[in-house]
């Protein structure tokens, strides 16, 4: 690991005006290429305080062994250098996209002297007119066999087109009329390209003007009575307007835009691209990328727009980009775009009407788009297992923890404090598994004694299943498997059956783990092991992970174990404790609302929603409630003399809400005496009287 003040150059040596610079390891290797409106003020960012500096950040400086910059003379010409070193040297700590499939689009060969119309991945060719990208090749299929009984352009490739030439037979779209058969000399070149540019001019969203010149062709030939001619020309606008009805209308005024959304959590990043061109979504189009350095949206967005326009030209780049955030600055960016283009570019956020609406569909695609990637990265077998080895590495497990629990605490502010439970088996979520905890011990804050309090009840709770069933022997708690008496499992019995009742349904805390995993630090990590060492386990391991920096500590280590950044195991790590930090936050969200919406009758033991309804439903509300009498309470279906004294003293003792004020008038609307109820005779009988009278019958 270098120190970067062993290469830091001198202040003076920087100069103070735009460039790009490069950090170089100890093999000369480019790990990074960055840009800067003014070096100096960038790369002193770089050599200040490690511990001031992002973990990524931090690594990047650690690894590099120099530092080296281009001087240019404008932010955009920065832009520029910046795209080409990053497609030179594909460093590994800038953001690079991974394109999760090579997008098919509708090219026209007009270079040739039959022009093609087909289908094209890669790199873009020069003299090809290019539609798209779609998100599948059968849709430009479908595409083109409707407008070809309109526009018959050649689709052969070269070498059956030069066989009809030779025996003068055309291919079968030949015969059927979905090809004007230049090959045989059916139609001269000249005219050829112009019915190839008539399908260019229609592709590109100049349709009505086409469509109408149809229908008056239609109309005239039925006037002249040749109504064969008529009736094609019926069926080609019928093609064509089903071609069009593949790409609803999104945007009015044949608007051209390309609307990128990015959906991002602490770890990767998904950017989703939609493709209008003439008020159609024309195409469609997305990347998955690690962000391996510190970066805001507005720089995922700038990435975004240096990998999908870095290499086009002209009518490529639209009049019109709108994004989810501004890169900053962005005037080299949209400078750059710009220049790209040709005329001008505008870049923005948008802000109401249809194209926020689309934006808002682009942003949800986006998000579905990075949750199954993860779903399809964690249901990798290969990568599970790898990062299940991995974590036993790391933390000098014997073998790998094919059961992990994780735990952890949330409140708010001292207030509803609970705990969850999350459990992964062979790296993927058993949700049947989780559990979800109330702090019962004491009241407050303090995340180190509710982590001691969680661990101890969990395991109590295994203990005592394992000692109720006697099904492991001593010793054997932390196992891969469970046991009969001798150690193994009896001839028909399967480790899903031992973990059953008698009854069939599965023991609650029955399965211990092989590692516990705690949301924090090494105060959180010596409580849980503290915890479990008083219960006498000794063979299930523990780790936390501390979500500032990404660190694993182990009990009774001075220094945390921090796993590579690209490391399975860290990946599976932060899943389990993101997932914990979810259940739990859910569940205590939850408490809370109960909390704020419960009202005198919830504190009344042994009522239950359905009689809490029936009692509403039947006197209208709870002021009318505490009025009603113990008799005409006992009116209420399922409601007998004790409860209804119950729910007499509950109201009784319950503090009243606020008096409700007049908001017209300023009157105070007035309620009835609090702490009093009525009795059987009509008279108030106060709470004291009534829980004496309760004490006389028992």
């Excluded at 109401?352 to 998000?367: C, I, P, S, Y």
């Excluded at 003399?641 to 729910?647: D, G, S």
């Amino acid at each position: 690991m270098a120190d970067p003040s062993s290469y830091r150059p001198r202040p003076g040596d920087i100069p103070d005006c735009p460039g790009v610079y490069r950090f170089r390891d100890e093999h000369r290797r480019v790990i990074y290429v960055g840009k800067a409106k003014s070096l100096r003020q960038r790369l002193a960012n770089y050599f200040q305080d490690l511990a001031n500096l992002h973990p990524r950040t931090r690594t990047m400086v650690t690894t590099a062994a120099s530092v080296e910059w281009t001087v240019v003379s404008t932010e955009v010409e920065a832009l520029q250098l910046e795209y080409s070193w990053i497609k030179e040297y594909d460093p590994r700590f800038n953001v690079k996209y991974r394109d999760d499939k090579s997008y098919p689009y509708l090219a026209v060969t007009m270079n040739e002297q039959f022009p093609r119309v087909q289908v094209m991945r890669g790199h873009k060719k020069k003299g090809v007119r290019y539609f798209g990208p779609y998100a599948h090749a059968w849709a430009i299929r479908d595409t083109v066999d409707l407008l070809l009984r309109v526009f018959p352009v050649r689709t052969c490739s070269a070498g059956v087109f030069k066989n009809a030439a030779r025996t003068g037979r055309p291919c079968l779209l030949g015969y059927i009329g979905k090809c004007s058969a230049p090959c045989v000399g059916r139609i001269t070149p000249e005219e050829h390209g112009e019915l190839a540019e008539e399908f260019c001019d229609f592709m590109a969203g100049r349709t009505g003007t086409y469509l109408r010149r149809l229908e008056t062709r239609m109309m005239e030939a039925a006037e002249e009575m040749e109504y064969e001619r008529a009736a094609r020309l019926r069926d080609d606008i019928g093609a064509l307007k089903k071609a069009m009805e593949k790409n609803a209308v999104v945007l009015a005024d044949a608007t051209d835009a390309d609307l990128i959304a990015v959906a991002e959590d602490e770890l990767e990043a998904a950017v989703q691209i939609f493709h209008v061109r003439g008020g159609r979504v024309r195409g469609q189009r997305g990347w998955v990328t690690d962000k391996v350095e510190e970066v805001t949206t507005g720089a995922l967005v700038e990435h975004a727009l240096q990998q999908l326009y870095g290499e086009e030209t002209g009518d490529a780049v639209p009049k019109e980009v709108l994004v989810p955030a501004l890169p900053e600055p962005v005037e080299p960016v949209q400078e750059w775009l710009t220049g790209r283009r040709g005329a001008n570019v505008s870049l923005r956020v948008p802000q109401r009407g249809d194209k926020k609406a689309l934006m808002e569909t682009v942003q949800r695609n986006a998000q579905q788009a990075l949750a199954l990637h993860k779903t399809k990265r964690a249901s990798d077998l290969t990568t599970r297992s790898r990062a299940l080895e991995e974590i036993a590495e790391a933390l000098d497990l014997d073998s790998a923890p094919l059961r992990i629990e994780c735990y952890d605490i949330s409140h708010l502010q001292g207030d509803d404090v609970v705990a969850s439970m999350v459990v992964f088996e062979d790296g993927l979520q058993r949700k049947s598994e989780y559990r979800r905890f109330q702090i019962k011990g004491f009241a407050g804050q303090d995340d180190v004694r509710s982590m001691h309090e969680v661990i101890t009840r969990r395991f109590r709770r295994y203990l005592a299943e394992k000692e109720r069933t006697g099904e492991w022997t001593d010793g054997s708690a932390g196992g891969d498997a469970l046991s009969d008496g001798d150690g193994a499992l009896t001839g028909t019995e399967t480790v899903t059956d031992a973990l059953k009742d008698d009854d069939g349904r599965p023991r609650k805390f029955a399965y211990p783990p092989q590692l516990v995993v705690v949301d924090g630090g090494r105060p959180q990590v010596a409580a849980a092991r503290r915890a479990l060492d008083e219960l006498g386990i000794d063979d299930i391991a523990v780790c936390g992970l501390a979500k500032r920096l990404e660190e694993v500590w182990v009990p009774g280590e001075d220094d945390p174990v921090v796993l590579p950044r690209t490391s399975e195991g860290l990946y599976l790590l932060q899943r389990v404790r993101d997932e914990a930090h979810r259940f739990a936050i859910t569940y205590q969200r939850t408490k809370r609302a109960k909390r704020f919406r419960a009202g005198p009758l919830d504190e009344v033991p042994g009522l239950g929603e359905t009689r809490r309804q029936a009692l509403i439903k039947h006197f209208g509300s709870v002021k009318k409630l505490r009025s009603a009498t113990i008799e005409q309470i006992q009116e209420v279906p399922g409601i007998g003399r004790k409860t209804a004294e119950t729910i007499a003293v509950a109201l009784a003792r319950a503090v009243p809400a606020a008096p409700a004020v007049n908001t017209a008038t300023g009157e105070i609307i007035e309620d009835e005496e609090p702490g009093t109820t009525a009795g059987s005779s009509g008279e108030p009988v106060t709470a004291g009287a009534l829980d004496e009278r309760r004490g006389q019958e028992t």
